[in-house]
């Protein structure tokens, strides 16, 4: 349940595809930071050696606290840039680039509503205390954490969750310096963790629900675009705007079924494409990956 995304086939077929797809896209920022690191070292540095310096930073700044050697080769604008194109990369191949990346995590969500339910009718039928579940605990990567973010919805904008239940595909995430939510140190940093609470309230009014679901990110209370932005929601609203929509993709039709490919040639035209395009101020991608 927690590693849906090696047991669905579309999924592992979509990733195969697109992955040289993104690494085109993400060329033109490493060509422009590598240019810039030859001019001012004068050493023959390539787009390979660039990548792999930027990866040897973020394991010295994450692991050992180590920001002096191979990050400082780079000006914090580059950093900036290079931070944008992990995001990018996340975005595409885990996360809102594409539907299937999150749809496949369907079983894990109606598992945490079932326990859910289960909890609510044991308490209503006044089951002994230490006869039914208090809490569900699982552990995973962010191969797990980041759809089922997507699930909920969260790190949207009220309009973009409105989006994506209509099945529109959305912008990738702004080319620094403008703003975004979406940030890979955010969605999944070290640690990084979904925490869905179940409250019971008093209700006088029985027309009134009395259970709640309130969503935490990284032990934070996180806004949820499908309950008008709040992150306390009345549990059948819940269910009703967040996880419904959901339901009409089945696991095995999502997983498993032959979908239609287009030529990856074409796809990198069309990447390609809305990358110079973005240069110009369209903000839009033409296709969904």
């Known amino acids: 349940m927690l590693r849906f995304h090696e047991c669905c086939q579309n999924y592992k077929d979509f990733r195969k595809r697109q992955e040289p797809a993104v690494d085109k896209l993400k060329e033109p920022t490493l060509d422009e930071i590598t240019s810039a690191l030859v001019g001012r070292y004068g050493l023959n540095f390539t787009r390979q050696v660039t990548a792999s310096l930027w990866f040897l930073c973020k394991e010295e ?21 290079l931070e944008w194109t992990d995001d990018l990369e996340m975005y595409i191949l885990k ?3 594409k539907s299937i990346n999150y ?58 969750f409105d989006t994506i239940q209509k099945e529109i595909p959305l912008a990738f995430p702004l080319k620094p310096p403008q703003k975004r939510k979406w940030r890979g140190s955010i969605v999944a940093p070290f640690a990084g963790n979904n925490m869905l609470v179940l409250y019971r309230c008093p ?15 990284n032990e934070h209370p996180i806004p949820m675009p499908g309950c008008n932005g709040s992150d306390f929601c009345p549990f059948e609203v819940f269910k009703e705007k967040i996880v419904a929509p959901h339901r009409k993709h089945d696991y095995d039709t999502v997983c498993n079924a032959k979908l239609e490919q287009k ?13 110079f395009q973005l240069g110009k101020g369209d903000k839009y991608p033409k296709d969904e990956f």
């Open 263 to 275: 030529p990856s040639g074409s796809k990198i035209f069309q990447i390609l494409q809305w990358f």
């Open 95 to 97: 996360g809102y680039g």
């Open 203 to 217: 209700a006088p009014d029985k027309a009134r629900s009395k259970h709640f679901v309130q969503v935490l990110h």
């Open 103 to 160: 749809r496949m995590g369907m079983p894990l969500l109606e598992d945490v509503v079932q326990s859910m339910e289960q909890a609510i009718m044991a308490k209503e039928e006044k089951h002994v205390p230490g006869s039914f579940e208090k809490a569900r605990l699982r552990f995973a990567h962010a191969e797990t954490v980041v759809p089922f973010s997507c699930l909920l919805g969260l790190f949207l904008e009220g309009s973009e």
């Open 61 to 81: 700044a994450s692991l050992l606290d180590i920001t002096d050697q191979a990050c400082s080769l780079f000006s914090p604008s580059e950093i900036t840039l």
